[in-house]
Structures are given as structure tokens and as C-alpha cells.
């Protein structure tokens, strides 16, 4: 499966999961941890449009190695990432916190890769 369709699917699970927070969770969380849920959805499109990117420039020949390492930091960010806002916003479980960090590094690799692969 190439980066644009991981993408895609980040994307359709970012739109899909923004509509469930802003719709079903509203109500049931307090505004700092329907926050933290938002942040993680922004986050989550934000990358997987990254990830489009990614994949249109491999299939390009553009960026070689370096883009596609971008690509799997891209996608192991969301996962971490949003992944721990998502479940420490919903559950309240503060043991997903430190996992957050971890997930935003992966993103800030990821984007030097990206520029790594682009010069």
C-alpha cells in the first residue's frame, strides 16, 4: 500500500472522527478534553495530507530514501500522536500522556526527512 492511500485513509479517519467529536463528545467531555481530542484530529489531517505528498513525490522518483523514512515517521506520528489524544481524551487515562512527545518527534523527523529528500 503506497503513502497517498495511507494518507487518504488518515484523511477519511481524521474527517470522520473530527464529525464524531464534534457531535457525539461535545456533551460528554469538559472543552479542555474535547480540546485535546480536536488537537489530535488537526494533527492527524494535517500529516496524512503530508503523507499525499509523500507518496505523489515517490511515485515521482522525488526524494529516494529520505521519503519514504519521511513517509513512515509521518505515519507512526499520527498513530502515536493522535492516537494518545484520542484515547486520553476519551478515557481519561493520564498513562497515554508521555506517549504524546514521543509521537511529535516522529512528526518533526519525519519533516526533515521530507526536506532532506526534497534538496
Known sequence: MGYAVIG????FLSVALGAFGAHALKDR??????SVFQT???????HALAL???GILVRMGIGGRMMH???????IGIVLFSGSLYLLST???KAFG???????VCFLAGWIFFIIGLV
Open 98 to 104: 508521555p506517549v504524546t512527545p514521543i509521537g511529535g
Open 40 to 46: 489530535g484530529d488537526q494533527y492527524q489531517m494535517y
Open 8 to 11: 487518504a485513509i488518515f484523511a
Open 91 to 93: 478515557t481519561g487515562i
Open 29 to 34: 467531555m469538559s472543552a479542555d478534553m474535547l
Open 52 to 54: 499525499l505528498a509523500v
Open 69 to 75: 523514512i519521511s513517509g513512515w515517521l509521518f505515519s
